[in-house]
């Protein structure tokens, strides 16, 4: 986005024109542009047909809260036994059948292919 | 005669009139389309600007279905205070603040990034960075960066070891002022390259240049080949977002790829990021204080709007403070961040912001 | 040739940036007893104003505009010396810049005085991460009718009214203009610190800059 003070940058483009972040699917869309240079189409299109959803769900808040927290990727609120960080993105690489560079580390530290 | 409450580039209050929203979107796409070589904006383009100049509702929204992803570059530093970020003095770390920006503003993305926030300055303290990205990583869920600014000029003197074109161009030393900074943009590559495969070593998900080419075109050329280096050995995913609108010709002759870079408009940009092998580009476009924000808005989209339709990598475009529409002032009107957020998707068509 | 061929030649030699068809046309100048001032005037400086306009919309660059405005100085030199006793010594101002205490940005300013040099400005340019009093200091030791200073920090800015009041203090803010520029910088900040002038541009700054000397 850029510079400016978190209420007038940030959150006025979140309100606007925003994907949601872990609120909705829009860290998992974003997970496609970055690891597969997909474009934004095509990155909405395979993260519906991965989750099985429409493409107008990605951004609906109430119907990813309920799948996010049916496939355990991880929630925006705080919710005791699911997973969380290394664990959320673990689950969401093998989703989308993309490798998250952090989990990769952790898979050799601790000796898991 | 209806007049509508909107802002000038500097973010102060105006009121115009319809004919006057009319003329200046007119004024601002015809002025892009002039300096890039690009075509203006439709009239039904126009038209829905002029729509959303006149909405009377304080903010606005895209359509529902047509959001698009956020990438995040410094606001790391933004709660707590970074000079030119407009930091809001929370004092919280860099840790805790990535995870408010990710569980309280859901960002999508977020970006990893030193107070200083040039690559310079990171590298002799690269272990410290890395081992916040990793306490980050280990904790957050989206996709995180790590990003600084290229800032070619901490290598000329007094902050470097090479000639600053800033003393010898006025001199007449021309020669000299572009070996300086070939000289100079070696040493930047060498130190991009060095920090992105320690950020790689880590883990990071992606890699930010930030505000490439402040410096003018060996600053770009000096980021194009770490990007290309750093897209052939490593798996980082490599954002590059530009410094301004057209890349300052402080050297005037180097090249990527037999492109000479001095004077190239983000469209023409786009070509050689994507060749280097980025995954993302972040277009900027300047504000105009003394413009509108109509005449803004229509200006930044009427090139971002070029850029995306020739892009085959998502576009993020610059939405920051001064950038891409957006009133030039420290606390930027949500009535205009909205507007230019939703003239950027749904008339430019961006992948994100 | 005519009196109009000859000040298109001049104009269309600094665009090219060639030294050697200036310095002719100049030559030429003189051997038809045209004025000099007024070839200087309205040749080799509208040539020079669409050289600004050039690097302004990023179609020519920076060491380009050195070698068009070496192509005018050479030029110009020429006919200097066919100018009247008095006006031999003009130039168009003594200007001080310098970038504000706290803040390294340095890119900007340096255009802007390299252009300020261009037009005839003996520029005293103190550089980046200036003390305000240098500022003061060197616009008296100097006798500057200019006084500039960019900030491109929304902290480094507040400089910039503080050395308006240094000024002020100092007693010479009435004998000197100020212009303020840098990315963080706006026209509502220069009224409302009372400087004399705002730019958006180098270009700008140069035009404003010339604006302020002339009265």
């Known amino acids: 986005m850029g510079a400016g003070d978190p209420f007038g940058m940030p959150v006025s483009h979140a309100l606007a024109s925003g994907m949601g972040g872990i609120r909705t699917a829009g860290d998992l869309v974003a997970r496609m542009q970055l690891h597969r240079k997909m474009r934004l189409p095509e990155a909405k299109r395979y993260v519906a047909d991965r989750l099985k959803v429409a493409q107008s769900d990605l951004s609906d808040e109430v119907a990813m809260r309920e799948l996010r927290e049916e496939l355990d990727l991880g929630v925006v609120t705080s919710m005791v036994g699911g997973a969380k960080a290394l664990a959320a993105k673990a689950r969401i690489g093998r989703l989308l059948d993309v490798r998250v560079p952090s989990v990769e580390i952790l898979k050799q530290k601790i000796g898991v292919s | ?263 190239l408009y983000p469209h023409e940009q786009l070509k050689l990021v994507e060749k ?78 | 040739m005519t009196e109009n061929d000859i000040l298109e030649a001049a104009k269309q030699a600094v665009v090219a940036a060639d030294e050697e068809k200036a310095i002719e046309v100049a030559r030429q100048a003189v051997a038809l007893g045209l004025d000099p001032l007024r070839v200087i005037n309205e040749g080799f400086t509208p040539g020079m104003r669409q050289v600004g306009d050039l690097f302004e919309r990023g179609t020519m660059f920076l060491p380009e505009v050195i070698i068009a405005s070496e192509a005018m100085v050479a030029a110009v030199a020429i006919l200097e010396e066919n100018l009247p006793a008095e006006q031999k010594e003009k130039q168009a101002g003594i200007a001080v810049l310098g970038t504000i205490e706290g803040d390294v940005h340095d890119i900007g300013k340096g255009i802007v005085a390299t252009l300020m040099r261009v037009y005839g400005f003996k520029v005293h340019d103190l550089g980046r991460d200036v003390p305000l009093q240098r500022f003061v200091d060197e616009a008296k030791s100097s006798g500057a009718q200019l006084v500039g200073s960019s900030a491109l920090m929304t902290t480094t800015m507040v400089g910039q009214k503080q050395l308006e009041k240094l000024l002020k203090e100092a007693g010479i803010r009435e004998q000197v203009k100020t212009m303020v520029g840098g990315a963080v910088v706006t026209q509502y900040w220069a009224d409302k610190i009372g400087a004399d002038a705002y730019a958006e541009n180098a270009q700008e700054a140069v035009a404003k800059a010339l604006e302020l000397v002339e009265g």
Not at chain 2, 145 to 168: E, H, I, R, S, V
Not at chain 2, 299 to 328: D, L
């Open chain 2, 276 to 353: 280097a092998g980025a995954h993302l580009f972040g277009p900027v476009v300047n504000t105009n204080t003394r413009r509108s924000s109509a005449w803004n808005v229509s200006r930044a989209v009427t090139f971002v709007k070029a850029c995306s339709e020739a892009a085959s990598i998502p576009i993020h475009a610059n939405v920051g403070i001064g950038v891409g529409g957006v009133p030039m002032c420290e606390t930027p009107p949500t009535s205009m961040v909205t507007r230019a957020s939703v003239a950027m998707v749904e008339i430019a068509r961006v992948d994100g912001l």
């Open chain 2, 1 to 263: 005669m209806t007049s509508y409450p909107t802002r000038m580039g500097d973010g102060h209050a105006v009121e115009m009139s319809t004919d006057e929203l009319r003329c200046d979107i007119l004024a601002g796409t015809e002025d892009a389309a002039d300096r890039g070589r690009i075509p203006a904006l439709s009239q039904e383009e126009q038209d829905y600007l002029l729509d959303l100049f006149s909405y009377p509702g304080k903010i606005v929204g895209v359509q529902p279905g047509n959001e698009v992803v956020l990438t995040d570059d410094g606001s790391v530093n933004a709660l707590y205070g970074a000079q030119s970020s407009s930091g809001v003095g929370v004092p919280l770390s860099r840790e805790l603040a990535i995870r408010v920006y990710e569980r309280a503003f859901c960002m999508d993305t977020m970006e990893v990034g030193h107070p200083d926030y040039s690559f310079k300055p990171v590298k002799p303290i690269v272990s410290l960075e890395q081992q916040c990205l990793e306490s980050v990583l280990s904790s957050t869920i989206i996709p995180i960066y790590y990003g600084a600014m290229p800032n070619l000029a901490l290598y000329a003197k007094p902050d470097g070891p090479f000639g600053n074109p800033a003393d010898l161009l006025p001199q007449g030393k021309i020669s000299e002022a572009r070996a300086a900074q070939e000289e100079a943009a070696q040493a930047l590559t060498r130190d991009m390259v060095y920090v992105g495969r320690k950020m790689a070593e880590v883990g990071a998900d992606g890699f930010n240049f930030d505000t490439t080419a402040s410096a003018g075109d060996a600053e770009f050329m000096a980021t194009l080949q770490a990007v290309e280096e750093l897209a052939k050995t490593t798996e980082l995913s490599i954002e590059v977002g530009m410094a301004a609108e057209f890349v300052l010709g402080m050297h005037g002759q180097v090249t990527y790829d037999g492109v000479r870079l001095a004077g």
